[in-house]
């Protein structure tokens, strides 16, 4: 077995000879003294090497240590308030476990985004992008606490399917052995009204595909998202269950991730701390209005784009719903509004500071005619959506779910302007690689 610790758990051997393993950060000599530092992807620590206090042939193995060398270092702990994470090591031996080129391609120098996205798989290594992985990894845990406390259940829902989930606009495909065409899923939400009504609450949260062609810094096309769908809820109960989400992803943040969000990624976290219920919320006619009042040349029917969607947010601190958008604008399975047909009972939350939209929800068509009459309406093929409809011929139900983006949700609380770097390896029009 490899004799280990972990730079996190060093406050417990304060005075011992310990063994680290961990990759060379950075490397700084001044005469017969050499300051190491190891990151191990549990925190960095400060290795300090004396000439006189070791071999010969150990301090000359410093020589041989390029940046990203891993490597084992034996030393003694030592308290040290002013050190990173509390603690260095004095030296006593060393070892290279794999050495590294001296054209190791991150250097601390500036890089092109171009550049980096390239050499992605060792841009991970570098301490803005752990920070985003650890703050994506709290809300992911804080999403599975808040819906378990509550009592929904997981369920997975296929990425192969024959229907369309969303919009006919955005699909990738590929062939399914004798049965035709096969999409990459947009959504799990068809799946989860039928398991609703098996289990009441429930949601999936998984990869999620749309062969999206614009190049914008909130599309990738492939995303993670939480959907949770919920049986006898109506279209105010779905932004209710929304607005207590995300004030508890924003207060999980602040009170597991402080570090990462002010020590290294220097957000501004007043901003998150005014993250307070009620979030406003404005119909779809008034926040038409505003834009038009600002000069826009928006038409009541149209979607909003990223730049109305901007003004539309930007006198608030807080994130705003905008609710019962034009039914041409939205997808067919969204619910009538029963007091104006035009328009169905939906809504987008609309992050501060321009990050748009993070979730996408609404109340779902529960009368099997109207249904099908959509389906009719957007030339989606029928045949595909047989079992879909049986959940409105067998004992239909009030049902409302909703969609929260993983990647814009972490880019907007961890204040990151583009969400490729909110997921390890981001999937966009022009990159597969790495
Ligand atoms: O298209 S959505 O608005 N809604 C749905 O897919 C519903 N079927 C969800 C549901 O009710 N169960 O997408 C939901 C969210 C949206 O608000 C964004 O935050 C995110 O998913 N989203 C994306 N993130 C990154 N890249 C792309 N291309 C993307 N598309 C949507």
Redesign the pocket.
Known sequence: MIENVHISDLAGHVGSEVTVHGWLHNKRTSGKVAFLILRDGTGLVQVVVSQGEVTPEVWARLEELNYETSLGVTGTVRADPRAPGGHELSLTDLYVVGPSGEDYPIQLKEHGVDFLLEHRHLWLRTPRQVAIMRVRDELIKAIRDFLHERGFVNVDTPILSGAI??SAGTLFSTEYFDLGTAYLA????LY?EALAAALGRVYCFGP?F?A?KSKTR????E?W?L?P?VAWCDSECNMQLQEDLVFYLVARALERCRTELVETLERDISRLESIVPPFPRLSYDEAIAKLRSLGSSIQWGDDLGAEDETQVAQDYERPVFVYNYPKGAK?FYMKENPDDPRTVLCD?LIAPEGYG??????QREDDYDKLLARIREEKLPEEAYGWYLDLRRYGTFPHS?????L??TVAWICGVQH?RETIAFPRTLKRMYP
């Open positions: 989930g969303e947009q959504t799990g939400q989860n999620t749309r999206e909130r599309h990738l096309t995303f998202m959907e769908e997808a987008d939209e993070i979730i996408g929800g609404s779910g909703f969609g929260l983006g990647e814009r969400i």
